[in-house]
């Protein structure tokens, strides 16, 4: 069982890292709607690799396997589609978590990013360049205690 839930997370890391923006490239609301959807089907799919029991078991967190989704996400002013108020990689996060009983963890800054997209990017292009360690708002106490672990960032 534990191969086969890490071959299902290491599928669902794929799918959060690939549609991490999809809001991207929409158009509009009703493309960035229809490709969510499309990303929920992929990630049923995914559970489909487990045994009917094993799945149910992850679903309903009656397994011993912890899980946990720890994501960073950025919502407010994109490029394309205006203001969002929950970013891509946290609506997939969420998705992972209601399929796998993972427990979710938002990494943030302690000091929040600037809410317009082009000052956003710039400061974040800034941090990369300087290769800078920013202070975050809460910390996991410990990973010891998960079994698998989901990254998840804007790409």
Same mark, same amino acid.
Do not use: H
């Given at each position: ?17 690939? =549609? ?9 609301? =009703?493309?960035?709607?229809e490709n969510m959807q ?46 969002? *108020?929950?970013?891509? =990689? ?9 399929? =796998? ?11 929040? #990013?600037? *809410?317009? #997209?082009?000052?956003?990017?710039? *400061? ?10 920013? *202070? ?20």
């Amino acid at each position: 069982m534990r191969n086969r839930l890490l071959s299902v997370a290491m599928f669902l890391v794929l799918v959060l890292g690939l =549609t991490a923006c999809i809001g991207n490239n929409a158009v509009d609301e =009703t493309e960035t709607t229809e490709n969510m959807q499309n990303v929920s089907s992929e990630v049923s799919d995914a559970s489909e690799m487990l045994s009917d029991e094993e799945s149910d078991a992850v679903t309903e967190g009656e397994t011993e396997t912890n899980i946990l989704i720890a994501y960073f996400s950025r919502a407010d002013e994109n490029y394309s589609v205006g203001v969002i *108020e929950k970013g891509n =990689t946290e609506i997939i996060a969420e998705m992972i978590s209601d399929q =796998t009983g993972g427990e979710l963890f938002q990494i943030e800054r302690d000091t929040p #990013y600037l *809410e317009g #997209y082009d000052e956003c990017t710039d *400061e974040a292009s800034r941090e990369q360049a300087e290769n800078a360690r920013l *202070e975050l708002a809460a910390d996991l106490e410990s990973i010891d205690d998960y079994d698998i672990i989901f990254i998840g960032y804007p790409i």
